[in-house]
């Protein structure tokens, strides 16, 4: 099938809040700062349009044509579980050598022997903080089949509306630890990519007043949450919610799912171009997931180490961000550029 252009386009809005959030998280902001408050009602769940996305194509390319689940899995394993498997050797035994002392690993984490923490790190992720989302994602890829089956089953996105609503009384794993809590949190929303491209002709048709009374709503609640009329809940976790014994709303969640329906008639009737700076962010969206937080990383320790930056402002964030998404760019084209098509089995791209 061809290619749709707005979702083209919103590949690269989901990876621009993907490194977005990871650079906002790594400066050190005084506490109660607006500026990052600011910038956690922007980024933060840009996961969210991320998994939207991710499930729109998968209904997009898969539900009109015989699908082979081995060529399917054969696929996944190549450019998305291989780069991670390569980075992850790499990194778990820095990790292992260092023996850091990092807060969200198990207390006895040190007490087991290497085997062991080397395992707890690749089926976790929590080598490098984006890499949870590998082993979740491989969850719902294992998926396929039973969610093709759904999608072609007639009343299968009418029953599918109570356990969505329920989703969003869910929150993530307490530091994205858990792969299946986090498979649990987010496969709803790639539920609904599916449906947005199910019902894609529908939603591209909407009116646009329509859209932008959804829009409005949409930053209302925005605003809402920058002003802590609606608590955002930044730190509570899945497992907080099961301790406490409470229902609570995941304002931030269900913001970024909005959106990110909302997207499809925007972007569909406004942002429908292949734009050269979108298009190499979206085709180089996967290489720049791999390799950006490192580079932030890297910039933090030179910001307090060499610089002595203790505090942060939205400039200096824009100057760090902008210099992680420069430097991801080069990397990505530099390694396609040697490898030529073997490049997406090392980055993805």
């Not at 530091?175 to 990519?193: E, K, M, Q, R, V």
């Not at 949409?218 to 409470?246: C, K, N």
Request: glycine share 4%; with cysteine; proline share 5%.
């Amino acid at each position: 099938m061809g290619k749709l252009n707005y979702i083209h386009n919103m590949r690269a809005l989901a990876i621009l809040l993907i490194v977005g959030v990871h650079v906002r998280d790594m400066l050190n902001w005084n506490e109660g700062d607006i500026s990052e408050e600011l910038l956690v009602t922007l980024f933060d769940n840009g996961t969210v349009v991320f998994v939207f996305i991710a499930g729109f194509l998968f209904q997009y390319l898969n539900s009109n044509k015989p699908f082979k689940f081995s060529d399917y899995l054969w696929k996944k394993f190549k450019f998305v579980l291989t780069p991670y498997l390569i980075l992850s050797a790499l990194l778990i035994p820095i990790r292992l050598w260092m023996q850091e002392d990092r807060f969200f690993l198990p207390p006895d984490f040190y007490e087991h022997n290497l085997v062991w923490q080397a395992r707890y790190y690749l089926i976790t992720g929590t080598h490098l903080v984006p890499l949870w989302f590998i082993p979740m994602v491989v969850l719902i890829y294992l998926c396929s089949p039973l969610l093709l089956w759904m999608d072609k089953t007639k009343y299968f996105y009418l029953l599918a509306l109570l356990p969505i609503c329920l989703s969003f009384m869910t929150f993530r794993p307490a530091w994205n630890t858990d792969p299946i809590l986090a498979f649990f949190h987010f496969l709803p929303i790639y539920i609904i990519g599916m449906g947005a491209s199910h019902f894609r002709k529908k939603l591209e048709t909407i009116p646009t007043q329509t859209t932008f009374t959804l829009l409005s709503l949409w930053a209302i609640l925005s605003i809402g949450q920058f002003t802590g009329l609606i608590p955002g809940h930044r730190y509570l976790w899945m497992e907080d919610i099961w301790q406490q014994g409470v229902w609570v709303f995941n304002i931030g969640h269900f913001r970024m799912a909005l959106i990110s329906v909302i997207l499809v008639p925007l972007f569909s009737k406004f942002v429908n171009q292949p734009y050269r700076l979108s298009n190499l962010l979206a085709n180089y969206s996967f290489g720049i997931f791999y390799l950006h937080f490192i580079l932030v990383i890297l910039l933090q320790k030179i910001s307090v180490r060499i610089l002595h930056i203790n505090t942060y402002s939205i400039s200096y964030f824009l100057v760090v961000f902008s210099m992680v998404m420069i430097t991801s760019c080069m990397m990505v084209w530099t390694t396609k550029k040697l490898l030529k098509d073997k490049s997406r089995i090392l980055i993805g791209s």
